[in-house]
């Protein structure tokens, strides 16, 4: 069982179909017994990200998209880890924000991995999965294994 922490750009792919769809599945399964963790602000950003895509043109339909965001929403109940924002973490996020060119989502998110890391017994591996190229150099740069589903296929 392998722990990841997936940020909003990579647990969108699980649910809209995009470039590294099949990886982000196949992580992301129960069969698959791997811990999820995400922040709480997924929430909000998935469900923006998947509205977004109903109102592009040829985007999702609207009986499509409430099909979507009520599994995500089980899914977040169910099966995936979800982790507070709080102070300390908003602190670690405008840290980083002066450190890597991020923007304040991603920037919390990286936060939240962090934090996480630390907390889990060293013998745990947690790697962070962003389909965002900034976010993943910060990741790198900050110590974590990162994986980006756009280049798993």
Request: overall charge negative; charged content about 25%.
């Amino acid at each position: 069982m392998s722990h990841y922490y997936i940020d909003t750009s990579a647990l969108l792919k699980r649910y809209l179909v995009e470039t590294g769809s099949s990886w982000v599945r196949s992580i992301t399964d129960a069969e698959s017994s791997h811990a999820i963790l995400i922040s709480e602000l997924t929430l909000a950003e998935a469900a923006a990200g998947i509205a977004a895509r109903s109102r592009m043109p040829g985007g999702i339909s609207n009986n499509r998209r409430i099909r979507i965001l009520g599994q995500f929403l089980r899914e977040c109940d169910e099966r995936y880890d979800l982790l507070a924002t709080n102070r300390i973490i908003i602190d670690r996020a405008v840290d980083l924000t002066q450190k890597f060119r991020l923007r304040g989502y991603d920037a919390v998110q990286l936060a939240t991995a962090l934090i996480a890391q630390s907390a889990i017994p060293s013998t745990i591996e947690l790697r962070f999965v962003t389909n965002d190229r900034d976010l993943g150099v910060a990741a790198t740069a900050e110590g974590l294994e990162v994986d980006n589903p756009s280049d798993k296929g």
